[in-house]
């Protein structure tokens, strides 16, 4: 697993280790943690037509791959293989070997891509893009098992779920579906974002899809119990510019989203209520990923940057952030009186709990759209 970077930046003060490395020479696309074991390495996509495997402690480059002739839009390492699959907007799936760096085989779709998935299991591929269908292409012998259409406009993501009974794709139709892998056909078509949907991804146990879109919302829809019908989808407001990218963490606890305002955001699931934003990319934010153990993010920007952030004392990091502004906004440093934490309240505040104690009580309601 990874440990702080030696020689690390530190932005805002002392809140939050950050490691900042040039990866590429274009606009960095698509960003992955990656590795034999747990996440030591980062795989990235960029503009610049190559992919690269990357050492997050040196910064250096481990291995290249090149072969497109346009934008790698997206990549996807797959673990049980040691492959990687790639989608480029020269319409082309790639599948790579990461011993030698050299192409296995390559797929021809109809339209550029702009996205790509692989099955836990490491047998399937799944790639996607403007010619608004999902192609699902075997590993092994790089031939297509099926072809699924349903979207009226450019897929922007497709992703496999956990146990490979369900696939989810997002649009710009402005919808996100998930699809029966064994019927290949529409199950659920998911309809509450108000422009077009640019990602999506399954919480770890499969009862919940995240979504982010241009109207500059994250919803997480239930599923499993279609409660989202009568309630509608949880929504995550807080950024200022379209979302580009989400991602859950492996306990579900929290979300990591990516803008265009050049932030990223970290989401406590359970109350939709934001508990970071980092900022330091020059540039659109378009990916992010989190490590297996929650302590770390990796993201990817239009600036050719990627940044690595710990985030392994994130709710530690929300009270610093709130006393450094104890001169300049009138707060006063009170103990929490139900975790005995110092927080930051107005005089006149919401009794004695901490936002964290506050938002946990289960007499919450959440914000949800109309």
Not at 29 to 51: H, M, P, R, V, Y
Not at 69 to 83: A, G, P, W, Y
Not at 209 to 219: A, P, R
Not at 327 to 352: D, R, S, W, Y
Request: proline share 2%; glycine share 8%.
């Amino acid at each position: 697993m990874l440990s702080p970077p030696q020689g690390a930046a530190v932005a805002n003060d002392d809140e939050i280790k950050v490691k900042e490395m040039k990866t590429h020479y274009e606009a960095v696309n698509s960003c992955q943690f990656c590795g034999d074991s747990d996440d030591e390495k980062i795989l990235t996509a960029s503009d610049d037509k190559t992919l690269a495997i990357w050492d997050p402690h040196t910064g250096l480059q481990l291995q290249g791959f090149s072969g497109h002739q346009k934008s790698v839009s997206s990549c996807h390492f797959i673990k049980i293989t040691n492959r990687i699959a790639s989608a480029s907007w020269d319409k082309s799936l790639k599948l790579w070997n990461v011993e030698t760096g050299k192409e296995m085989w390559s797929a021809c779709h109809n339209g550029l891509l702009l996205s790509c998935h692989t099955s836990e299991d490491g047998r399937l591929a799944m790639a996607a893009g403007d010619d608004r269908t999902l192609n699902i292409w075997d590993i092994n012998s790089g031939e297509l098992v099926t072809c699924l259409k349903g979207h009226t406009n450019t897929v922007t993501c497709c992703r496999f779920g956990a146990e490979g009974n369900n696939y989810a794709s997002s649009s710009m139709d402005r919808t996100a579906r998930i699809w029966d892998s064994r019927m290949t056909r529409t199950k659920l078509t998911l309809r509450k974002h108000t422009n077009a949907v640019t990602s999506c991804c399954f919480t770890p146990n499969g009862r919940q899809l995240c979504t982010s879109s241009w109207d500059k919302n994250v919803l997480l829809w239930d599923i499993a119990t279609g409660r989202y019908r009568l309630e509608g989808p949880m929504i995550f407001k807080g950024h200022e510019g379209n979302v580009s990218s989400c991602i859950t963490s492996t306990d579900g606890s929290m979300i990591v989203s990516a803008s265009f305002d050049e932030s990223i955001i970290v989401w406590d699931t359970n109350t939709a209520r934001e508990k970071l934003k980092l900022k330091g990319h020059e540039g659109w934010v378009i990916d992010c990923d989190l490590s297996t153990d929650g302590n770390w993010i990796v993201s990817s920007s239009k600036d050719k940057m990627i940044r690595l952030w710990n985030i392994e004392d994130v709710d530690e990091i929300a009270y610093m952030y709130a006393k450094r502004s104890e001169n300049n906004l009138g707060l006063k440093i009170v103990l929490c009186e139900n975790c005995g934490k110092q927080f930051a309240a107005t005089a006149h505040g919401a009794g004695n709990l901490c936002v964290f104690c506050r938002l946990s009580q289960p007499s919450r309601s959440f914000a949800r759209l109309d």
